[in-house]
């Protein structure tokens, strides 16, 4: 039969490890626990081994003081021009006075949350639904600032706010729809108009250059021509008219080659005047040879006109096909048939 000893002796051994349990807490990191004294605050515990009076201390709130993130629940806000959105969003926070966030707010995501969703309306309700949409992040800095001074008292610091939806009603995403697209063909028809007004304007400039060359050219050949016309009366002023007839009639040996060496005639009209010409130019040729000082003015007159490629007597006379010419030297004078 057990003695009363060994009971008193295991019961004092399990009180005294029960005891030793209550004394003894081990505190994960990323964690604060507070301890209470018959109800009341008196220190925190921080992570790792610790230890505290059994019986008279206890474990009042385990805060977490890691960053935490907090989801803020959508909700439909009015702007300032009566347009309705449904907007959400995102707060992190972290808790720096863990004392202040057990025991001077209730329960502090929960009242994160609605300050948090309080002070979204009152943000948005201040801009238009155009300011709204372009500024997120002025939004979340309004947001930021208010929420940090609001938690302050709570020793929580909001370290970043969020807005993660801004959504309009679909009635109002297709009115939008319709705005965009008619801006972006009114943007199309005001760049195709400078486009055409361009190149219209280019092509009077060309046109505006091109009659500009077009007169210096003119002018040019003009000029050209006066020059020939002083060069030829200087030749003829030297060699005197029988130089001008042989002028003539080297053009005229040269013009009448032209159609007669054309493969569309077939009959080939020699003037009465031919004869006449053939006199002009064996005058010119018995000018060359007895004029005195040799060939100098027949010279000057070549250079003043372009260089043609004289015939050596006259120009050939084509004949119509079938016709037989006579015999006879060439330059002797035109022959025509019949």
Known sequence: MVSAGVVVFAL???????????GIRTVPQGEVWT????????????????????????IGRRMNVQEVVLDIPEQSVITRDNATVTVDGIVYYRVMD??????????????????????????IGEMDLDQTLSSRERINSALLAILDGATDPWGVKVA?????????????????????????????????????????????????????RDAEARERMGQA??????????????????????????????AFQAIASSPT???VVVPMEASGLAGGVTAALELLRTAPGGAAAPAR??????ARGVPPAAA?????????????????????PG
């Open 160 to 212: 970043r706010v969020e807005i993660r939806k801004i959504e309009p009603p679909e009635n109002l995403i297709r009115a939008m729809n319709l705005q965009m697209t008619a801006e972006r063909e009114r943007r199309a028809t005001v760049v195709k108009a400078e486009g055409a007004k361009a190149a219209l304007v280019l092509e009077a400039e060309g046109r505006r250059e091109a009659a500009f």
């Open 316 to 336: 050939p006379v084509v004949a119509p096909p079938g016709s037989v010419p006579p015999s006879g030297p060439q330059g002797a004078g035109p022959w025509s």
């Open 12 to 22: 004092l051994l399990v009180l005294a490890v029960v005891t030793a349990a209550m």
């Open 265 to 267: 005639s077939r009959l």
């Open 98 to 123: 863990p004392a202040k966030a057990a025991y001077q707010v209730q329960n502090l995501q929960a009242a994160l949350t609605a300050i948090s969703m309080t002070n979204i309306r009152a943000v």
């Open 35 to 58: 301890v209470e004294r018959f109800g009341r605050f008196t220190r925190l515990l921080q992570p790792g081994l610790n230890f505290i009076i059994p019986y008279i201390d206890g």
């Open 301 to 306: 007159a070549a250079a003043a006109l372009p």
């Open 225 to 254: 021509e006066a020059e020939a016309a002083r060069m030829v009366a200087e030749v003829a002023s030297g060699a005197g008219a029988d130089a001008l007839r042989y002028f003539v009639a080297e053009k005229y040996v040269g």
